[in-house]
């Protein structure tokens, strides 16, 4: 058995302790609880692939999914119980189709933005029953929030950066970490 797997069922086991309804609040062992919860391995969130989403997609027959738009204060902005989807699609897609290395999303060439449009198009119908004036603000919705995703992005990035050096991939960091 190897020592990651020694750890996961001490938690587990840690778990199941404390939500257990026979637990003796005044058994003195506070110091050596405490000390077991600090050696602990830190559970982190791992990296979101839009595997819910894929199931929605795949339940509406595999068609592009409806997303509202409403105009807020002269821009248009999503709305409706998909909002959490479209905006991880967004974020994700941005990740794998944008490389890092363009300072700005305005420096991004607009064949990687269409790239990243037809994605997110393939998922949700963007178009739906819009003539070309309401479509217009309905992409420029999509353009400001990738630009959002990518800034964020990049700040993360940069930050891994800053923190780990060049030697380690952003995407593989362990639990150790």
């Known amino acids: 058995m190897n020592d990651e797997n020694?750890?996961?069922?001490?938690?587990?086991?840690?778990?199941?302790?404390?939500?257990?309804?026979?637990?003796?609040?005044?058994?003195?062992?506070?110091?050596?609880?405490?000390?077991?919860?600090d050696t602990l391995p830190f559970k982190r969130r791992g990296i979101s692939r839009d595997i819910n989403l894929e199931k929605v997609w795949q339940v509406n027959g595999k068609r592009p999914l409806t997303i509202a738009f409403d105009n807020v204060e002269h821009k248009m902005q999503?709305?409706?119980?998909?909002?959490?989807y479209f905006t991880l699609l967004v974020g994700n897609q941005d990740r794998f189709t944008v490389p890092p290395c363009y300072l700005s999303w305005t420096e991004v060439?607009?064949?990687?933005?269409a790239q990243l449009r037809s994605i997110?198009?393939?998922?949700?119908?963007?178009?739906?029953?819009?003539?070309?004036?309401?479509?217009?603000?309905?992409?420029?919705?999509?353009?400001?929030?990738?630009?959002?995703?990518?800034?964020?992005?990049?700040?993360?990035?940069?930050?891994?950066?800053?923190?780990?050096?060049?030697?380690?991939?952003?995407?593989?960091?362990?639990?150790?970490?």
Do not use: M, W
Request: hydrophobic letters at 20%; a negative charge; charged letters at 40%.
């Open 109 to 113: 060439p607009e064949q990687q933005r």
């Open 78 to 84: 999503q709305i409706g119980n998909k909002v959490k």
């Open 120 to 177: 997110i198009e393939s998922y949700f119908d963007l178009q739906g029953d819009r003539s070309p004036d309401e479509y217009r603000p309905v992409c420029a919705d999509v353009d400001h929030l990738a630009a959002d995703r990518y800034r964020d992005y990049k700040l993360k990035a940069h930050s891994h950066l800053k923190a780990y050096g060049p030697s380690r991939p952003y995407g593989e960091l362990s639990a150790e970490d």
């Open 6 to 37: 020694v750890e996961d069922d001490t938690y587990e086991k840690y778990e199941d302790d404390e939500t257990s309804s026979e637990i003796n609040e005044d058994d003195g062992d506070d110091d050596e609880d405490q000390l077991y919860h």
